[in-house]
């Protein structure tokens, strides 16, 4: 399955941004879906995943709240709808799939990466 992640940008600090994540190739209900990011100088870190039918979700602690995963089957997507923006969400974030399991420490199974679409918070 090939993945590309749109609808990144720069917003100020305490906006809003959309991320989508279009995968083809495959149908997307075969996978549970997750996003990530990496900030300049850091590793990749883990922010969401979702379900495979999208009735589970998963945050990490630093987003809970402020970010929600979500998903449409038919439509081969998955998105990331973020609010309350922070500087420190500055960071590219990549769509990943996986047909086991995306936890915030490993990606279980076979699974793919999508080119990373950049978010710019300004303070």
């Known amino acids: 399955v090939q993945l590309q992640a749109s609808g990144g940008g720069l917003v100020q600090a305490g906006g809003s941004l959309r991320l989508f994540c279009e995968a083809s190739?495959?149908?997307?209900?075969?996978?549970?879906m997750g996003w990530f990011r990496q900030a300049p100088g850091k590793e990749r870190e883990f922010v969401a995943s979702?379900?495979?039918?999208?009735?589970?979700?998963n945050y990490a602690g630093s987003v809970a709240g402020r970010f929600t995963i979500s998903r449409d089957n038919g439509k081969n997507k998955a998105y990331l709808q973020m609010n309350s923006l922070k500087f420190e969400d500055t960071a590219v974030y990549y769509c990943?799939?996986?047909?086991?399991?995306?936890?915030?420490?490993?990606?279980?199974?076979?699974?793919?990466w999508g080119k990373g679409t950049l978010v710019t918070v300004s303070s």
């Open positions: 990943a799939a996986s047909d086991g399991s995306i936890t915030p420490s490993y990606i279980y199974g076979l699974h793919y």
């Open positions: 190739g495959r149908t997307v209900s075969s996978y549970e």
């Open positions: 979702i379900s495979k039918s999208g009735g589970s979700t």
